[in-house]
């Protein structure tokens, strides 16, 4: 790792309880790459997790950091920001941990516009619990709860996020590094909840079970199944049959939470003099 | 030994084959381990490849 992005790591701490190949790793770094390449005050910023093995980043990461309860990422965050809402606040969280005990701490955050930076670690599966099928499983996947494949549809998250009232939604994977961490750092300038999804890989859990191979075969899977938004936009629909869209994906500023809940306590103590 | 395009972290390094399967040159390759091992400095492009996918922080690239 470069000397400058160590800094932003607890290296006391590495290596990480990690299994080999496990995508959390590198997007976990593009994380920092974006938070070193943003003008942010690093005494000032706070990352939050729920559970799961996507939710162990922050123990590694050299900021103040809150390691929560599964599913709460997003309330505890939201806590963080209405108390002090000068603070950066980042959240990393699972598939299963946003979207499946957490999916109403999801929607309604993104619906408040409440200025999150939220990290939405995408591996399809309950990596930490031995392989449940979460709500982001595909449909016939083999998952341990699942093993005829996976009878459920599963949520596309940027739609969700979009419809539930995120102001900045984007997506990248561990393969597309740069790219992610672009994403992550306009998710970063954009005053509002910000959604990044990052497609990651579960060789462990998720690859073995559906016969993916190596991780290096999963991470080709992620290039080959991703299109970029500005080149999907030239492409015929049968083009897109079975892909993904990376990229940014939606951003349309509107009022954000704090500073309307701000606000709101001024005009209530001019009201009360 | 500074010559050398990469700084490698050895101890680290779990042996999950993602530097070596996506090394553009194949200037690095698997041990007798699967772990990391720069066999071929000569070769490297120092494209950064290896160094941004390794999930667990082993590879420094020289600028
Ligand atoms: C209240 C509660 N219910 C269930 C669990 C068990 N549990 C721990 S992690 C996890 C799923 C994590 O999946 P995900 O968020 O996708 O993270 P990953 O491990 O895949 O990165 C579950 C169900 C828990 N810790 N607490
Ligand atoms: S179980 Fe899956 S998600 Fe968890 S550390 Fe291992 S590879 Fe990563
Ligand atoms: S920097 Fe690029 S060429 Fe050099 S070893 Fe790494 S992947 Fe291979
Ligand atoms: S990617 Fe990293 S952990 Fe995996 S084999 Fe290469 S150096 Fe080792
Ligand atoms: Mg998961």
């Known amino acids: 790792m470069r000397p400058e992005l160590q800094k932003l790591f607890r290296m006391e701490k590495l290596p990480h309880i990690w299994c080999p190949g496990c995508g959390h790793g590198i997007i976990t770094r593009a994380i920092g790459e974006a938070i070193a390449e943003s003008d942010i005050n690093l005494d000032k910023t706070v990352i939050v997790s729920g559970i799961g093995c996507s939710s162990r980043a922050p123990g590694y990461m050299n900021f103040d950091t809150l390691h929560t309860l599964h599913g709460r990422a997003l309330a505890f965050a939201t806590g963080v920001k209405l108390a002090n809402p000068e603070l950066n606040v980042f959240v990393i969280t699972g598939d299963g941990d946003a979207t499946a005990i957490g999916g109403n701490h999801f929607i309604h955050a993104a619906r408040r516009n409440i200025d999150l930076n939220v990290i939405l670690f995408n591996n399809n599966i309950y990596g930490m619990t031995g392989g449940q099928y979460s709500p982001l499983t595909p449909t016939g996947k083999m998952a341990s709860t699942s093993p005829y494949g996976n009878p459920e549809n599963n949520f596309d998250i940027p739609a969700l996020a979009i419809a539930a009232g995120a102001s900045y939604v984007a997506r990248g994977t561990a393969f597309h590094d740069k790219l992610l961490i672009e994403c992550i750092k306009e998710g970063i300038k954009n005053k509002g909840f910000s959604l990044i999804e990052a497609m990651s890989m579960c060789p462990t859990s998720y690859g073995r079970r559906n016969k993916m191979g190596n991780a290096a075969d999963m991470l080709n899977d992620l290039k080959r199944i991703a299109v970029n938004i500005n080149v999907a936009k030239k492409l015929p629909p049968e083009k897109l049959e079975g892909k993904f869209l990376i990229g940014k994906l939606h951003h349309k500023p509107y009022p954000e939470f704090t500073q309307e809940y701000d606000k709101l306590i001024l005009k209530l103590q001019k009201g009360a003099e | ?63």
């Open chain 2, 1 to 63: 030994m500074s010559s050398l395009p990469l700084d490698i972290n050895y101890k680290y390094c779990k042996a999950c084959g993602i530097c070596y399967d996506l090394c553009p040159k194949k200037a690095v390759s698997g041990d007798d381990q699967g772990k990391i091992v720069l066999r071929n400095p000569q070769l490297c492009v120092k494209c950064g490849i290896c160094e941004s996918h390794c999930p667990d922080y082993v590879i420094f690239l020289r600028r």
